[in-house]
């Protein structure tokens, strides 16, 4: 069985202890959780959860469907990368000294897009938004070059391609299904 990329995309209402219950499901399954980004959505009142994880087709669709059984929650979905646009952010701390002394710094920042956030006479803070792959490879080749201080990565944050979120389509066939029924 192979086992590939899964983002899940939760919606629910923002309340007290779901992260734990969602963090459950995939405990049960022994599936590990990649990333984790929790956020409000455009729908107010609404908020996303967005987890990766490495799943089979099967397994995660039987994760999706048990956590989308759950009273708190609205909707959940996964998609694979070809569904999503997705991002990542990195944050790289790193010796000015060695920074200033770099060969090639200003080509190095250009190659990766990276965005200089904080420069003092200790340390220099370098920003770069990307996928898993690209922030990366800046940390790998700034670890051979000077090495890193610290290190942090965000939790993946994505939208679907489609022209609507999909809890909208679902929330106006809702209302639409309403409507009918008081008439």
């Known amino acids: ?21 969602i963090t459950i499901i995939f405990t049960r399954r022994q599936l590990n959780i990649e990333t984790l980004s929790v956020s409000p959505s455009a729908i107010k009142g609404i908020h996303k959860f967005t987890i990766t994880t490495f799943a089979t087709a099967d ?3 039987k ?13 959940a979905y996964y998609n694979t990368d070809e569904d999503l646009v997705h991002q990542e952010i990195a944050l790289y701390k790193l010796s000015t000294e060695l920074f200033i ?37 800046l940390f790998k080749e700034l670890s051979e070059k000077i090495g890193v201080l610290q290190f942090i990565r965000s939790g993946r944050i994505a939208i679907t391609k489609s022209k609507v979120e999909r809890l909208s389509d679902m929330l106006a066939t809702m209302e639409k299904k309403i409507k009918t029924d008081e008439l």
Do not use: C, W
Request: proline letters at 1%.
């Open 63 to 75: 994760v999706v469907k048990q956590i989308d059984k759950r009273v708190d929650i609205l909707k």
């Open 59 to 61: 397994m995660i669709d």
């Open 1 to 21: 069985m192979d086992k590939k990329l899964y983002t899940v995309i939760i919606f629910s209402e923002n309340s007290v202890g779901l992260l734990n219950q």
């Open 101 to 137: 002394k770099m060969p090639g710094v200003e080509e190095l920042i250009r190659k990766y897009n990276a965005r200089v956030l904080e420069i003092d006479e200790d340390i220099v803070v370098l920003e770069k938004s990307g996928h898993y792959a690209e922030t990366q490879a």
